[in-house]
DNA sequence: CCAAAAGTGTTAGTGATACACCCATGT
DNA sequence: ACATGGGTGTATCACTAACACTTTTGG
């Protein structure tokens, strides 16, 4: 088991917010060479005792001051050139937080913590931009097959905020009575006798999510023959 | 960049073929510790000159004289102590071959290579129970949103055959009628003027899928919100 | 003429889409 | 009373699901 090659991990943790009406990305600004000052997305190299879930923990909480947070492992990205430093194989983690959860001070190294409207990206080191691809299709995925929606909320919400959320994940509108109906059809939301009231107009009354934990919606991922 | 800690990278091939009715895997024994003598999927590690691609063709060609093959990345195992001899992060790629291109006997090292039904298999080495599951969820979620099972029939097949291949990969029966107008629909076969006469019985027209290409069905994967 | 697999259509039900008006509130 | 966003129902259409008999062949 000596004579074999090793590698250097990485783990990117690509976290989605919404904030602004725009869905939104977590980069940093590099602080050190290759692609010095050049936006990048957070995360780090896999140490000998940790985990990899905890890497990407540590390195969100060092740079972005984020914690807990959903996570979910995409598959690695490990061409040779992608590094210029050298072989580098990293894994991306699609992460998803609540913008009211948010406080990004960059901590310590201050490396500038800053978020990005998905559509318009800055330049970006590495492969960076092929692995935010990657994720925002998984999200969009993930997003109309699993409840995975209840990361991008507030405990208490009103439907229109949801649907909000969709159409921005989405980036399509969606018809208000129709979401209304295959919400509760789907039985992932209830009902909550409290009400937001704010402005000249009726109050909305406040949802929440049956199931605060991560599940598949009833398997509607079916080409079905039969 | 010299201080960071460095990792094996090892690549595992979950290999799926359909013959005599079933669902099989290609694993195959191991000659060294640990796990010695017990069942595991084909793979190796990754070196330093060598793309991720490249290492799990090799070794699919050294361990079981497999060429050719469709290769999907899947995401990584790298648990700490998922492997007893030390750290191994470990990237499986779903395979799929079609079962008359096969011709395994097992080369040079001669680490015996056979073919299991994914319902009986044996005990595994390392955290491979795990990856297969994994890789089967992912392949019947594949063989519904994509034209994928064009890797598992030869040139021209009958649609009843194609129709065992999808009744075996996601074990359950299927009807015929349906089964041939949704593909028909899709548009994902057409067929051909030959046809297969054996038996006694009402030769078959043979059929050939349009796009021997990996491609995605149109976008059936869809919670409609509008 | 018998056995064996191929081939083919219709109906009922369910879910998707499209669409427009009244409601409750603050100012 | 008016402006603002909240809330609701129905009709059409498309897709899914269930189901059984006739055809062609070899022996």
Redesign the interface.
Same mark, same amino acid.
């Given at each position: 088991?000596g004579e074999?090659?090793?590698?250097? @991990?990485a783990v990117d943790g690509v976290v989605f917010t919404i904030a602004h009406h725009e869905l939104q990305i977590l980069l940093i600004q590099r602080d050190a060479e290759p692609f010095k000052g050049i936006h990048a997305l957070p995360g780090g190299?896999?140490?000998?005792?940790e985990?990899?879930e905890d890497t990407i923990k540590r390195k969100l909480y060092e740079e972005a001051n984020i914690k807990d947070i959903f996570l979910k492992?995409?598959?690695?990205f &490990?061409?040779?050139g992608r590094d210029p430093? &050298?072989?580098v194989?990293t @894994?991306p983690y699609m992460a998803l937080i609540s913008s009211d959860k948010l406080e990004v001070k960059p901590r310590a190294k201050a490396t500038a913590a800053g978020w990005f409207c998905v559509y318009h990206l800055p330049e970006l080191a590495f492969d960076h931009k092929e692995i935010i691809e990657d994720s925002l299709h998984h999200l969009r995925?993930e997003v /109309? %097959?699993t409840n995975l929606a209840y990361q991008l909320l507030s405990d208490k919400f009103t439907l229109t905020e949801l /649907?909000q959320a969709?159409e921005i994940i989405l980036n399509q509108?969606?018809?208000k009575r129709?979401?209304r109906k295959?919400?509760l059809a789907?039985g992932i939301v209830k009902s909550t006798t409290h009400y937001k009231r704010e402005g000249a107009h009726r109050p909305a009354q406040l949802y929440t999510f049956k199931d605060r934990q991560y599940s598949m919606?009833k398997e509607? @991922?079916? @080409? %079905?023959? %039969?």
């Open positions: 088991m074999k090659d090793t590698f250097l @991990i190299f896999l140490r000998k005792e985990e990899l492992k995409l598959h690695p &490990g061409k040779k430093r &050298g072989r194989i @894994i995925f /109309q %097959s /649907q969709y509108k969606l018809d129709n979401f295959r919400l789907l919606l509607k @991922i079916n @080409i %079905s023959f %039969s």
